[in-house]
């Protein structure tokens, strides 16, 4: 981000948004996802009516351009997309969602911190002062994680809707690797033709591609009014979670 602090207050100012309370929410691939479900809470609970969830990173300011086992899959973006709260949930809404975490696998995606320890003055006091690190992964860990994980979290979220596999129009999946659409994709008996993707154009742009990928598919018309869309958002942490909506 361009501020640690935060950057939701500034977007919200530069929108006109003044009355609506925006705050980060910080989940790396996962977070668009992350940040869906928990705007869904606020609108189920009759705290707030509508909501913008923004996904937005900017990996290639975070990347070793040495390394080309990460430099050459990441990309930069940004995506949004409004909620607005419904009584009619079979014209549109959020149907059901899970989501996990699992900090034992944290080592196999990270941007970890790198401080420099500095002395303050003759009484042993010290505190550390730096950046962060480029991001290192273990790419066939993470494989491993996505194809193992993400099949599973998107069947209990269509338990949770109440919603079979042959009722979802489109599979949207975090842009990480096409193959990982491809292995979730054929062990929920989905084919590819209904597989939302961009990657080819974009690379993993983190938080921002399921945003980017469903407004691309909205755009060209792929994505209709009424149709079930079965959303899974997977990466460091380790995070992963699925939704299932319907767009309206």
Not at 197 to 215: C, D, K, R, V
Request: proline share 3%; aromatic share 8%.
């Amino acid at each position: 981000p361009d501020d640690l602090f935060a950057a939701a207050p500034s977007v919200a100012a530069a929108i006109g948004a003044s009355r609506a309370f925006a705050f980060d929410l910080t989940a790396a691939c996962s977070g668009f996802l992350a940040a869906s479900v928990t705007a869904a809470q606020f609108l189920h609970s009759g705290a707030a009516k509508r909501a913008i969830v923004i996904g937005a990173d900017a990996l290639s300011r975070w990347v070793d351009w040495g390394d080309r086992n990460t430099c050459v899959l990441f990309g930069d973006g940004a995506g949004a997309m409004v909620l607005e709260a419904t009584q009619d949930e079979s014209a549109s809404g959020f149907l059901g969602f899970e989501i996990h975490s699992d900090g034992a696998g944290y080592c196999h995606l990270k941007l970890p911190f790198a401080g420099e320890t500095r002395s303050l003055g003759s009484k042993g006091q010290s505190i550390t002062t730096g950046s962060y690190s480029p991001i290192t992964m273990a790419g066939k860990e993470v494989y491993k994680f996505a194809t193992r994980e993400v099949p599973r979290v998107l069947e209990e979220a269509l338990a949770n809707a109440g919603v079979k596999v042959d009722q979802v129009d489109w599979l949207l999946l975090h842009q990480a690797n096409i193959r990982i659409m491809e292995v979730v994709a054929e062990r929920l008996g989905i084919p590819m033709d209904k597989v939302l993707h961009n990657l080819e154009e974009y690379g993993n742009t983190s938080a921002a591609s399921i945003p980017l990928a469903l407004a691309e598919a909205v755009a060209s018309g792929k994505v209709k009014k009424g149709d079930v869309i079965a959303c899974a958002g997977f990466g460091a942490g380790l995070t992963w979670g699925a939704t299932v909506f319907r767009w309206g």
